[in-house]
Each structure stands twice: as structure tokens, then as C-alpha cells.
């Protein structure tokens, strides 16, 4: 017994140690909470006393939570329960599930709906490689011509618009393979095509805007084929706006000019511009033409749209600085390089010239002011008598 009373001493005593400190931990938090709750709250600095009766935040959720369900026949909707921030693991399960066939679409709709919620997300995604899985799976759905889950990738791929200095840059535009893609999702018969189309030119127009010159100046036909033959389909104005954007940022480089020229793109911008479409969308059309028409092929097929001058006219002082500034350069382009006595009869016609003269008497910049100055001064024997310089105090003299 003795011996037992010895070795149980030391134990006994160590716990006794262990409780007397336990309790002085306990003790000084109680202390220090007392203080505490004598201080203020932070949001409204209202102050809180020692006997403060507190309620903890997942206890006054589900009291609420429950008062709603009480209350949903009088039209009061229950709040969600927070769910847990997502981890970069959890992503990585996702991207793996991608690849299961069975899983393929509901992982997909999972993805898309993480990439709209937050920031956080997208930062996750991009670090979990979404971006080249994704790139992966349109390839994957080229080779095997299927159409299935391709929205929801494009509209992955459009949410996450990663940063053109990542290190991943969105997509390889040099990727023969991925631009084959794409090429054939905006050739592509199929149900939804529009939605899906339009996604798609929102994915290229990031693409095509991070490209280096090189990329982009080795773009082929076919690619450029597509975008213009996008237009006529009568798609979203979002998807007609990225389509646009993609034409303007390609178009400086002669070889894609041709490719949109022989594509029929002057046309069929003119059509939607007769849409009066909103201002962007005019600033953008006024951009491509004046690229298109610094080439004589291009000026030959705006010259054959019947509505391709009145257009251009109409916009000049009715929309923007910049649509004038691209407007007043069409015009010098068709005047220097086209300027039969019909096109010169057609500019009085539809108030070109009253407008270049307006142009010269106001507040422009003076390069435009010069450039409108060039085109009257040219052509000014042949519209000298017609109404608007007769009515205009301008005058041979002021044109030289």
C-alpha cells in the first residue's frame, strides 16, 4: 500500500497542478470577456454591459430561418444557409470529374455556376487549371463533333477571363488545333447556336486582344470567314459587339482584310449599321470600313451596297467624336480614290458635303478640319453650285 500511496502521490499531485491552472485559464478569460463586454461594438458602438445576453450567429440564423417557413404564405422567402467557401481542392476534384463521362455536364453546370458567384472562385479556377481543361474539352468536342456542354465551357472560359498577364494568357491563339475549334463552333448547325455563338466570340475577343501581331497577322481565312458569316445570323447584341471587336482588332494586317473583304464583311456590316444600332456598336462598324475601304477591293464593295455613302453621311455629327473622325476618313478615301461624278452627285445628295462644310466652321480637331478641307477643295468645281456651298459662307478662298 505504502508503495502504491508513493507513486500515486506525484500523479495526484499533477493533476491538482493541472486543475489549478486549468481554472486559472478559465478564470482570466472570464475576466477578460467581463472587460470586454464592457467595451463597445465595433459597427454601432453601442455599449455592452456583464450581463449581456448573447446569441450566437448560427442560433439567430435558424431562428430566422424558422420564422420564415413560418411565414412563407405571406409571400416571406426563406434565407439560405451560408454555404462553405470553396477550396482549390475542391476544384481540383471537379476538373477531375470532368473527365468522367457520366459526370461530364453535371460537373460542367457545377463549374459554371462557381465561376458566377465570386472573384474567389475564378482566382481558384485559374490556379486549378480550368482554363486548359476546358481549352481540353472544346477540343475533345471537335474531334468527336459533339455540341453537348459546350455552352457551359464557353461560358466558363468567358467568366474566369483570366488577366492578359497571367501566365496562362486564356487560350494559345498560335494553337492551330484550338482555333480549328472555334472555327467550327461558329460554322456549326445547332440547337441554341446563338447563345452558344455568342459565348464563344466573347471567349475570342479576349483571345485576339491579348495575341501578339505576329498571331494575329497569321490568322487564316477560314477563321476570319467565320466571324463575318456570324453576323448574319441574327445573334445577341453582345455577340454581335465581340464579333465586331475581333473584325477591328484583326483587320490592320492586308492579308486578313482581303479574307473579311472576300468574305463579304463590308455588306454585311452596313446592314446591321441601317439597324441604328447604339453608339459602340456604330463606332466599331465606322472603324472596320475605314480599314476595308483603304484597299480597292474594299472601296469597290462598299461602293455596290446602294446605302453605303447615305450611311456613313448619316452618322457624321450624330453620334460621336470618334464616329466622326472615321466617318470624315471614308469619305476622303471614296472621294480621292472613287470620285466619279456619281459618287461626287450622291455625297450633295444625301448631305456628305453640307456636312464636311459644317465640319470645316466648327470645333474640330484640326486634322479633320484639314481633312475635310482636302476633300471639298478637291471636288470643289464639280459641287460649287449646289445648294449647301451656295447657302454656306465658305468660299473658294477659305478652301485653299
Known amino acids: 500500500m505504502g508503495g502504491e500511496n508513493l507513486e500515486e502521490g506525484p500523479v495526484n499531485h499533477e493533476r491538482s497542478s493541472y486543475s489549478h491552472n486549468w481554472n486559472h485559464i478559465r478564470s482570466r478569460e472570464h475576466r477578460k470577456l467581463a472587460v470586454q463586454r464592457q467595451q463597445h461594438m465595433p459597427s454601432h458602438q453601442t455599449t455592452i454591459t456583464p450581463d449581456s445576453d448573447l446569441t450566437p450567429n ?31 481542392s475542391h476544384v481540383v476534384k471537379l476538373v477531375k470529374e470532368l473527365w468522367v463521362p457520366q459526370l461530364q455536364l453535371k460537373t460542367l453546370r457545377k463549374l459554371e455556376l462557381l465561376s458566377m458567384e465570386n472573384e474567389r472562385n475564378r482566382r481558384y479556377m485559374v490556379e486549378a487549371g480550368v482554363v486548359k481543361s476546358m481549352s481540353s474539352f472544346l477540343v475533345a468536342c471537335f474531334n468527336k463533333q459533339q ?16 488577366n492578359p498577364t497571367s ?20 460554322q456549326c448547325k445547332m440547337d441554341g447556336h446563338s447563345s452558344i455563338k455568342a459565348h464563344a466570340l466573347l471567349v475570342l475577343k479576349v483571345m485576339v486582344k491579348t495575341a501578339s501581331s505576329t498571331q494575329l497577322e497569321r490568322l487564316k481565312p477560314e477563321f476570319l470567314s467565320s466571324v463575318v458569316g456570324v453576323l448574319r445570323e441574327g445573334i445577341s447584341h453582345q455577340g454581335i459587339n465581340a464579333a465586331l471587336h475581333i473584325l477591328l482588332d484583326t483587320c490592320p494586317w492586308g492579308r486578313n482584310r482581303m479574307s473579311m473583304i472576300e468574305s463579304g464583311a463590308i455588306h454585311d456590316i452596313i446592314e446591321i449599321e441601317l439597324g441604328m444600332p447604339e453608339r459602340r456598336t456604330t463606332e466599331l462598324i465606322l472603324g472596320i470600313l475605314f480599314h476595308l475601304c483603304s484597299c480597292a477591293d474594299g472601296r469597290s464593295q462598299f461602293l455596290s451596297h446602294s446605302g453605303a455613302i447615305a450611311v456613313v ?51 474640330y480637331a484640326h486634322y479633320l478640319k484639314e481633312k475635310a478641307r482636302e476633300i471639298l477643295r478637291s471636288h470643289y468645281d464639280f459641287w460649287k453650285n449646289s445648294p449647301c456651298f451656295i447657302s454656306s459662307p465658305l468660299s473658294k478662298i477659305q478652301l485653299i
Open 147 to 162: 455540341t453537348v456542354g459546350l455552352e457551359e465551357a464557353l461560358s466558363i472560359l468567358y467568366l474566369i477571363r483570366v
Open 58 to 88: 448560427h442560433t439567430l440564423r435558424r431562428l430566422i430561418q424558422s420564422w420564415c417557413t413560418e411565414n412563407a404564405s405571406n409571400g416571406v422567402v426563406r434565407i439560405p444557409t451560408p454555404k462553405a467557401p470553396l477550396t482549390k
Open 313 to 363: 453621311s448619316n452618322r457624321m455629327l450624330n453620334v460621336s467624336i470618334a464616329a466622326d473622325d472615321r466617318a470624315i476618313l471614308i469619305l476622303s478615301l471614296i472621294s480621292k480614290y472613287c470620285g466619279t461624278c456619281v459618287v461626287l452627285e450622291e455625297m450633295i445628295s444625301v448631305r456628305a458635303v453640307s456636312k464636311l462644310c459644317v465640319v470645316l466652321q466648327a470645333d
Open 167 to 186: 501566365e496562362t494568357r486564356l487560350l494559345p491563339i498560335e494553337n492551330d488545333r484550338i482555333m480549328e475549334t472555334f472555327t467550327w463552333i461558329l
